[in-house]
């Protein structure tokens, strides 16, 4: 069955440092995948998307890559600040009409003053 | 613009009791879905709407029915609630590649 993995322990870093998250995915092809920011109580916002045939992508100080063969995706925070502690979560999507992402169930991100 | 607004934001239902979960959008978009979200399980598809008048299925739809109502509305539908469909709900839309989500609908059935 398709399963999406994340780290379910929590990431505690050092402000300033860069925090690196990852997503492993398993009998999937996935043609999208994204990251999205969850905090308490809140529902999940939209970071960014990286399509299959991309290697990375970046947006101020996020980046994401996307490696197809080791089916894994890659999400770094540089210059991290305590406002950017959060859960992270990674959702795969095909090419359908529908746009039909499956989830991960997200890594805890903590970052420390 | 209030993106995707959900109501209510927290409901207690006895079991057997029924209730319909509200979702609305101002952003014009065409697909909406509904999505449950459990610890340690992520956030899994119930039903989506790609389009006004179409509703399907997604990976847990059972104990559920949906209504899009039009192209701003998409409601979620606990005929007979149960314990099992304890969870927190999320409402989204789409326009291009990503989600827009609500608030969120924290519903415990006792």
């Known amino acids: 069955s398709q399963k999406i993995e994340q780290n379910s322990e929590a990431l505690n870093i050092q402000e300033g440092k860069t925090a690196t998250l990852t997503c492993n995915y398993t009998?999937?092809?996935?043609?999208?995948l994204q990251w999205y920011r969850q905090d308490p109580g809140r529902g999940p916002v939209f970071l960014l998307l990286?399509?299959?045939?991309?290697k990375e992508k970046r947006k101020e100080r996020l980046k994401v890559t996307f490696d197809t063969t080791l089916k894994q995706s890659l999400f770094h925070i540089t210059a991290s600040q305590p406002a950017d502690s959060a859960t992270y979560l990674c959702?795969?999507?095909?090419?359908?009409?529908?746009?039909?992402?499956?989830f991960g169930t997200g890594t805890r991100l903590k970052v420390l003053a | 613009n209030a993106g995707v607004t959900q109501t209510p934001k927290f409901q207690v239902l006895k079991t057997g009791q029924s209730m319909t979960l509200q979702c609305a959008q101002d952003?014009?978009?065409?697909?909406m879905y509904w999505y449950r979200q459990d610890p340690g399980m992520g956030l899994r598809l119930i039903y989506y709407?790609?389009?006004?008048?179409?509703?399907d299925k997604g990976e847990v739809p059972n104990g559920y029915n949906v209504s899009r109502l039009n192209k701003r509305e998409f409601s979620l539908r606990l005929e007979s609630a149960a314990p099992s469909q304890t969870s927190v709900y999320f409402c989204?839309?789409?326009?291009?590649?990503?989600?827009?989500f609500g608030s969120g609908t924290r519903l415990t059935v006792v």
């Open positions: 989204a839309s789409r326009v291009d590649i990503g989600y827009t």
């Open positions: 009998n999937y092809s996935p043609a999208y």
């Open positions: 990286i399509r299959e045939n991309e």
């Open positions: 959702a795969l999507g095909t090419t359908s009409g529908t746009y039909k992402y499956i």
């Open positions: 952003m014009n978009h065409n697909s």
């Open positions: 709407s790609a389009s006004e008048g179409t509703t």
